[in-house]
């Protein structure tokens, strides 16, 4: 996992969906209306994304790569915290300028911000069309179908809905998210998720499978097994250990990754069912937030961090080489310069490969906005986290230097974008711990290759082909 360069929280993610080639001649290229879609946020919001794309082919949409192209766009959101939600409003007036060029120009909003602000977005943004939670895609065809002077609003959560039958339409490449697990039942009191993702469901492990086929079959060689809390899995039969080894065993697949697992629930035999499974890569996000305890207490993670400390070296005695990234948050309501100096503490006892960190950010609707004052000024945020990021690279400069001089296995994802030192093209991929890895040589995207490291920085391992 490549750790975040800045404070910025947000991935955005064109949604570079391969351009239906399905459509037979010119005319009904006329009549088929172009869908652009744009996803922020998390993963799962990558793999929603790949959803609505399937559902909407399925509907006789197209789905298009340029924003110019299409008649309707739709961006996929992210509720986590306060400034996703504003870069999306920023979007979306951005995007309504090219109504002034087509005016039958259709602008939705997907996901977890329209969840969170069905209620006030057709005032804040009067020009969107429609606006639909995570659970509503479905009826997406129908929607659009509708004509309205107002914004259509589709916001109802499902106690069921696991797209059943939706075959994702996956990017082509080295990766395929498979959703395993929707919703949270957790209900950290910082965190939206719950309220704009509703009830944790499992999806039944024999579509799951019948999903992993099918992406080993168009020969993809990495699988990454998607939820909100990953190994909570159990579809009544399959627990989370037993489904690991089940989507390794399949042919074709080489890889087996998954985020995000919550610390509560990780069971000794998934532990067992990680080391004992060669394709179980050796790399584990497994989110922390604080290293103080009356901190986790106020957050109600459910965990100490004397347990997660244990979790933390059962891990690294049962897999050798594992690569751990987390999540840290500062400035959580009542934190003190003293909480702060233990997640400190914590970072450089653990050492993590990276770390992705944030600001805590007050949303409407948690258990700590309706109980708790959000009291830690702007300005110590920013400072503490200013001094965690700090730390924290320096933490992760330390631990790439020690792969100076080994050889990594690398699947390959392409021409990188950071050319070498003269200008010529480098090919970047990934290593078993999920580094990302850049080499000079050409290789083909999706075929795995050994590359010696020769030099690193707090992100990137640089490195030669080894022939
Ligand atoms: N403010 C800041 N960060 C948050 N996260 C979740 N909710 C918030 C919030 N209200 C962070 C947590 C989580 C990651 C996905 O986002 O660290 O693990």
Known sequence: MTAPPSTSPLISIEAALTTDRTIADASATATIRPVYIETYGCQMNVADTELVASILREAGYRIVNEVEAADIILINTCAVRENAEERVFGRVSQLYGLRA?????????????????AA????????????????????????????????????????????????????????????????????????????????????????????????????????????????????????????????????????????????????????????????????????????????????????????????????????????????????????????FRETCELMEGLRFDSAFMFKYSERSGTQAHRAIADDIPESVKGERL?????????????????????????LVEGVSKRPAADGSATSFGRSLQAKTVIFPEMAAPNSIVQVRVHSSTSHTLMGTLVV
């Open 386 to 410: 200013t001094r965690i990021i700090k730390l924290q690279e320096s933490i992760s400069s330390e631990i790439n230097q020690k792969w100076i001089g080994k050889t990594v296995e690398v």
């Open 101 to 117: 060029r087509n005016p039958g120009l259709t602008i939705g909003i997907l996901g977890c911000m329209a969840q969170h602000l």
């Open 120 to 339: 006030e977005l057709p005032q804040r943004a009067p020009f969107v069309d429609l606006v639909m939670g995570p659970d509503s895609y479905r009826r997406l065809p129908a929607i659009l179908a509708q004509t309205s002077d107002e914004t259509l609003l589709d916001v109802r959560l499902s106690r069921a809905e696991n797209y059943v039958g939706v075959e994702p339409s996956r990017k082509t490449g080295t990766n395929a998210w498979v959703t395993i697990i929707r919703g949270c039942d957790k209900f950290c009191t910082f965190c939206i998720v719950p309220f704009v993702r509703g009830r944790e469901r499992s999806l039944d492990s024999g579509e799951i499978l019948h999903q992993v086929h099918n992406i080993a079959a168009e020969g993809f060689r990495e699988v990454t097994l998607l939820g909100q809390t990953v190994n909570s899995y159990n579809d009544g039969h399959t627990d989370f250990a037993d489904l690991l080894r089940t989507v390794a065993a399949v042919d074709g697949i080489e890889r087996v990754r998954f985020t995000s697992p919550y610390p509560r629930d990780f069971t000794a035999r998934t532990i067992e069912a990680m080391a004992q499974t060669a394709e179980v890569c050796p790399a584990l996000h497994l989110p922390v937030q604080s290293g103080s305890d009356q901190q986790l207490d106020a957050m109600q993670r459910g965990y100490s961090i004397a347990e997660y400390r244990d979790l933390v070296s059962k891990l690294r005695q049962a897999i050798p080489n594992l690569a751990m990234t987390t999540d840290i948050m500062v400035g959580f309501c009542g934190e003190t310069e003293e909480n």
